[in-house]
């Protein structure tokens, strides 16, 4: 696919290409969106070695390469992150902060060193390791608003008056 697809981005003028996730995801019919594995491209399309490849000939063409990147939420699968050590290690113990009403899926819980550390780490893997260009954060509003996607009265975070605050990264 990558000299087919390399071919015809350049014919069409594009000097990018974004690709939705291509973390591996149990869910086909989410696209890529519910990761399990962030660690490890999708088996869908072939071994790491072959990504690598696509990536590095997209480049020798000229052509940049984002990826779809998730560090909103993730599925709520035995095998993934979802309560890893039977706890609320990545996600928030309380449901209303914790879980998605929409998509079914676990929140990250960023007020945790651990998960701020697990997420940018995973973000320098896909630029270091497969040297994609840049990545494109999915479902950012989830993330920075408490009451995104609940409504009001539910018992959502928000209807105490409660408030996300940020803090600058370490680095």
């Keep these: ?3 087919d697809l390399a071919e015809y981005l350049n014919q069409l003028g594009f000097t990018h290409v974004e690709l939705m996730p291509v973390m591996e995801h149990p869910f086909g019919g989410s696209w890529g969106y519910q990761v399990s594995s962030y660690y490890a491209p999708t088996s869908r399309f072939g071994t790491p070695d072959d ?12 052509i940049g390469v ?50 701020r550390n697990f997420l940018l780490s995973n973000a320098l893997y896909w630029l270091s390791e497969f040297h994609v260009d840049g990545l494109r954060l999915d479902a950012v509003a989830s993330m920075l608003y408490l009451d995104y996607s609940r409504n009001e009265g539910s018992g959502s975070p928000t209807s105490s008056g409660e408030t996300r605050t940020w803090k600058p990264l370490p680095f």
């Design 1 to 3: 696919m990558a000299e």
């Design 51 to 62: 990504f690598k490849f696509f990536v590095d000939h997209l480049h020798q063409k000229g």
């Design 66 to 115: 984002i990826l779809d990147w998730v560090p909103a939420h993730f599925p709520k699968d035995d095998f993934a992150l979802g309560r890893f050590d039977g706890t609320g290690l990545y996600e928030h113990i309380d449901p209303r902060q914790g879980e998605h009403p929409d998509w079914g899926t676990y929140v990250f819980n960023f007020g945790r060193n651990e998960v």
